[in-house]
């Protein structure tokens, strides 16, 4: 069973449409997060969610609304897509109950291409 | 600001060699670090979580040490075999968050 998985692998679009981007755990953790790796593979945090709640927001354009509608989902939507926009973007969870001592796991990434 | 660096960023080495990797941070208040590899097109895979509290923590041939004062990590890799070339990316917490700053990733290349 995968632990981490994200939907879709591969997304091909023109700029100025909107897309989502979908992540499910099923490892019962209590947070997950959103990251960014660009072309120079440089991996970036963009936005954690803890128990539906969000924790993290980074400097990040308001044209990227993550949703989490259970502890077990969190979904990327991105509006008026830019050449810029092109990248991987990975879903990670973690449990950070009782102080936040425990490993991340990684899903396999939605590989963006906006042209 | 917790800053991670990785130093070589790039390395090739015959296969059967030991080998160290790099990893330094500018916080020392950590809690933990984490050593990850990630193989082209695929997302990361987690070697070893290392507590603050605890100097080395092993997983078959790898071997990872944590120096919080000086804010350095390694990660050794024992009897190297080509299937472990990948790129290793390190990543420790920022202080008092829940957010993980990377280093910018070691490209190992082992030579059959």
């Known amino acids: 069973d995968t632990a981490v998985s994200q939907t879709p692998k591969y997304l091909v679009t023109q700029m100025g449409n909107d897309k989502s981007i979908k992540c499910e755990q099923n490892?019962?953790?209590?947070?997950m997060y959103w990251y960014k790796q660009d072309s120079k593979k440089f991996l970036k945090i963009m936005f954690s969610?803890?128990?539906?709640?969000?924790?993290i927001n980074e400097t990040v354009p308001n044209r990227f609304s993550p949703k989490s509608p259970d502890k077990a989902h969190l979904n990327l939507h991105i509006n008026s897509l830019e050449l810029g926009d092109s990248a991987v973007y990975f879903c990670?969870?973690?449990?950070?109950?009782?102080?936040?001592?425990?490993?991340?796991?990684f899903g396999p990434g939605t590989r963006l291409t906006v042209l | 600001k917790q800053e991670v660096t990785q130093i070589p960023a790039a390395l090739s080495v015959p296969e059967g060699e030991n080998l160290v990797l790099n990893c330094s941070f500018t916080d020392s208040a950590i809690y933990n670090l984490q050593w990850f590899r990630q193989d082209p097109g695929k997302g990361l895979t987690s070697l070893l979580l290392i507590q603050s509290s605890q100097r080395e923590q092993t997983s078959g041939r790898l071997n990872a040490s944590l120096d919080k004062s000086s804010g350095r990590s390694t990660l050794y890799i024992a009897a190297s075999q080509p299937g472990d070339s990948a790129t290793y990316l390190c990543a420790v917490p920022t202080s008092g968050t829940y957010k993980y700053i990377f280093g910018t990733g070691t490209r190992l290349k082992v030579l059959a």
């Open positions: 490892l019962g953790h209590d947070t």
């Open positions: 969610y803890n128990n539906k709640e969000l924790i």
């Open positions: 990670a969870s973690r449990d950070i109950a009782g102080g936040g001592y425990n490993e991340q796991f």
